[in-house]
């Protein structure tokens, strides 16, 4: 009558397609959460300064002489 499929007609593979349907949104929810986090990152992420960048900065603001940059620059390399 049922010719062996049971009462909602699936047959032997039926009851494994939601293990596959679940497998397939997992991997769809991972790539979207993968890619949103690539996207908050910059492709070139900011060089960090150096000390002489930021000796140089104060030197343009005027914090420093000239007497005194050249000889902090000196104790930096």
């Not at 900065?57 to 104790?75: L, P, S, V």
């Amino acid at each position: 009558m049922m010719n062996g499929f049971g009462c909602h007609g699936w047959g032997m593979g039926m009851g494994w397609w939601w293990v596959i349907g679940l497998i397939i949104v997992i991997a769809v929810v991972w790539m979207v959460v993968k890619g949103m986090s690539q996207n908050n990152r910059p492709g070139n992420p900011p060089e960090s300064k150096s000390a002489l960048d930021y000796l140089k900065e104060r030197y343009a603001r005027g914090e420093i002489n000239k007497q005194e940059f050249e000889e902090r620059k000196k104790d930096l390399m």
